[in-house]
Antibody, heavy 124, light 108 residues
Framework: EAQLVESGGGLVQPGGSLRLSCATSGFTFSAYWMAWVRQAPGQGLEWVAHIRRDGSERYYVDSVKGRFTISRDNAKNSLYLQMNSLSAEDTAMYHC?????????????????WGQGTLVTVSS | DIQMTQSPSSLSASVGDRVTITCRASQTISNYLNWYQQKPGKAPEVLIYAASSLQSGVPSRFSGSGSGTDFTLTISGLQPEDFATYYCQQSYSTPPYTFGQGTRLEIK
């Protein structure tokens, strides 16, 4: 069974750093674009970062550019999110998500698999 | 960046009702529009991709339509398990792939 399992969340002080991990299994990890999506308590979904299959393209929401780095290790079937200079606004559940492509060109895509998330709390 | 606006933010309905949720993009996105369902404490699940294509395993009472900037998600014959929060998401061109703010569907 395919699954995504996040880890690495926790309580961190403002200005601190955390590294989130997403361990995957049950599918060919290197064949998929992957992403991080977060959800602040009681709020909606916010796309955070995206990475190409081979790691050669990375995209970020403006609010995390220069602070967060998405990466992957295809040999370890794992996705990562390095988060620096954290602030209270980064407090959220962080989900990793697999992007499925529904056509051969890859134009039609959606997040077809999600992990249960890891909670990041930024507070003094 | 493309902004996605859903309406209503919340609605109440009864089992068996037909409900419609709308999503508007700030610029044309063709049909690069997805719908997700999220239940409390759970990860989201994709229902519809490419505006109107049903994800495998999703009941046929869910349907999507629209193109350009205006889209709808319709649930025909609400079931108890459908009470949840629904999000649209655009997947046009390259990221950012923004989500709408969500629509909470509650039992009347």
């Amino acid at each position: 069974e395919a699954q995504l399992v996040e880890s690495g969340g926790g309580l961190v002080q403002p200005g601190g750093s955390l590294r989130l991990s997403c361990a995957t299994s049950g599918f060919t990890f290197s064949a998929y674009w992957m992403a991080w999506v977060r959800q602040a308590p009681g709020q909606g979904l916010e796309w955070v970062a995206h990475i190409r299959r081979d790691g050669s393209e990375r995209y970020y929401v403006d609010s995390v550019k220069g602070r967060f780095t998405i990466s992957r290790d295809n040999a370890k079937n794992s996705l990562y999110l390095q988060m620096n200079s954290l602030s209270a606004e980064d407090t959220a559940m962080y989900h990793c998500a697999r992007e499925a492509a529904y056509d051969s060109s890859g134009y039609y895509k959606a997040f077809d698999m999600w992990g249960q998330g890891t909670l990041v709390t930024v507070s003094s | 960046d493309i902004q996605m606006t859903q309406s209503p933010s919340s609605l109440s309905a009864s089992v068996g009702d037909r409900v419609t949720i709308t999503c508007r993009a700030s610029q044309t996105i063709s049909n690069y529009l997805n719908w997700y369902q999220q239940k409390p404490g759970k990860a989201p699940e994709v229902l519809i991709y490419a505006a109107s294509s049903l994800q495998s395993g999703v009941p046929s009472r869910f349907s999507g339509s629209g193109s350009g900037t205006d889209f709808t998600l319709t649930i025909s014959g609400l079931q108890p398990e459908d009470f949840a929060t629904y999000y649209c998401q655009q997947s046009y061109s390259t990221p950012p792939y923004t989500f709408g703010q969500g629509t909470r569907l509650e039992i009347k």
